[in-house]
């Protein structure tokens, strides 16, 4: 079966190596028989109705957050549409923040965002560094990664977050909560990159990009041990780190 991923920007939102959750969701498909299909979508690219099965964003600085971020918008209706069809969205850091409402800069500009999350962001005045370990208490894991971000993204009251925060700042150093997700959407502060310490959200976005191309399919497990390893080691140093700001 091929899964085709729609890649958003790849030449601008790709820091800490979030190009890397590509690759994981590339090597886990193939070790299923399946094979993944990345179509870069850049500025000024067409939407594919209908035919992503998996959207992705990573992260930028405010830099590159701003020169996408019109362009992003222009996307907005068909982004939107793919999800409610049951597309896969996975979004990192920067990409993660311009899926909600807004997001507000350091230097005061506004951003709009393509209003997918029920979340907007403010930027802060002191960064939030160091390892995370969130509580997926809705699927039964823990996620484990590295947040480097200014913003303080806020929740709609309602919303679903995507972990609460073990040890580390999560959306906004004070809420508990970190990330955010709707339906097969999901989006997140976690660099790392985030996907090779945690196999099992891999897994779920595959299922899910699956199920939209028409596979209703539940992936065998994989042997993961570096997967494994790797977690639990930014696991213990979001530990010994705990949560202070």
Same mark, same amino acid.
């Given at each position: 079966?091929? +899964?085709?991923?729609?890649?958003?920007?790849? $030449?601008?939102? #790709?820091?800490?190596?979030?190009? *890397?959750? +590509?690759? @994981?969701?590339?090597?886990?498909?193939?070790?299923?028989?399946?094979?993944?299909? @990345?179509?870069?979508?850049?500025?000024? $690219?067409? @939407?594919?109705?209908?035919? @992503?099965?998996?959207?992705?964003? %990573?992260?930028?600085?405010?830099? !590159?957050? !701003?020169?996408? /971020?019109?362009?992003?918008?222009?996307?907005?209706?068909?982004?939107? !549409?793919?999800?409610?069809? =049951?597309?896969?969205?996975?979004?990192?850091? *920067?990409?993660?923040?311009?899926?909600?409402?807004?997001?507000l800069d350091g230097a005061g500009n506004e951003l709009s965002g393509i209003g997918l999350l029920p979340l907007h962001t403010v930027a802060g005045d002191r960064r939030?560094? %160091? $390892?995370?370990?969130?509580?997926?208490?809705?699927?039964?894991?823990?996620?484990?990664?590295?947040? #480097?971000?200014? =913003?303080?993204? +806020?929740?709609?009251?309602?919303?679903?977050?995507?972990?609460?925060?073990?040890? %580390?700042? =999560?959306?906004? =150093?004070?809420?508990?909560?970190?990330?955010?997700?709707?339906?097969?959407?999901?989006?997140?502060?976690?660099?790392?990159?985030?996907?090779?310490?945690?196999?099992?959200?891999?897994?779920?976005?595959?299922? /899910?990009?699956?199920?939209?191309?028409?596979? !209703?399919?539940?992936?065998?497990?994989?042997?993961?041990?570096?997967?494994?390893?790797?977690?639990?080691?930014?696991?213990?140093?979001?530990?010994?780190?705990?949560?202070?700001?």
């Open positions: 079966m091929k +899964i085709r991923v729609g890649h958003l920007y790849p $030449d601008y939102l #790709n820091i800490y190596a979030d190009r *890397g959750n +590509i690759a @994981v969701l590339a090597a886990r498909a193939r070790a299923r028989g399946h094979e993944l299909d @990345v179509l870069a979508i850049g500025m000024r $690219d067409p @939407v594919p109705i209908g035919t @992503v099965d998996l959207f992705y964003v %990573g992260g930028g600085q405010d830099r !590159e957050q !701003e020169l996408v /971020a019109h362009d992003l918008v222009a996307k907005a209706e068909p982004l939107r !549409e793919a999800v409610e069809r =049951g597309a896969a969205f996975l979004a990192v850091c *920067g990409g993660y923040q311009l899926l909600g409402r807004s997001y939030m560094i %160091g $390892d995370v370990l969130l509580d997926c208490d809705w699927a039964g894991e823990t996620l484990a990664g590295f947040e #480097n971000h200014a =913003g303080r993204t +806020i929740l709609d009251a309602g919303a679903e977050p995507l972990g609460r925060v073990v040890a %580390g700042f =999560g959306n906004d =150093g004070a809420s508990g909560y970190e990330g955010c997700r709707y339906r097969q959407a999901y989006g997140t502060y976690l660099h790392g990159p985030l996907l090779p310490r945690n196999p099992w959200l891999a897994d779920r976005l595959l299922e /899910a990009a699956l199920a939209h191309a028409g596979v !209703e399919e539940r992936l065998e497990p994989l042997a993961d041990e570096l997967e494994r390893e790797a977690h639990a080691v930014s696991a213990a140093r979001a530990r010994s780190r705990g949560g202070r700001y």
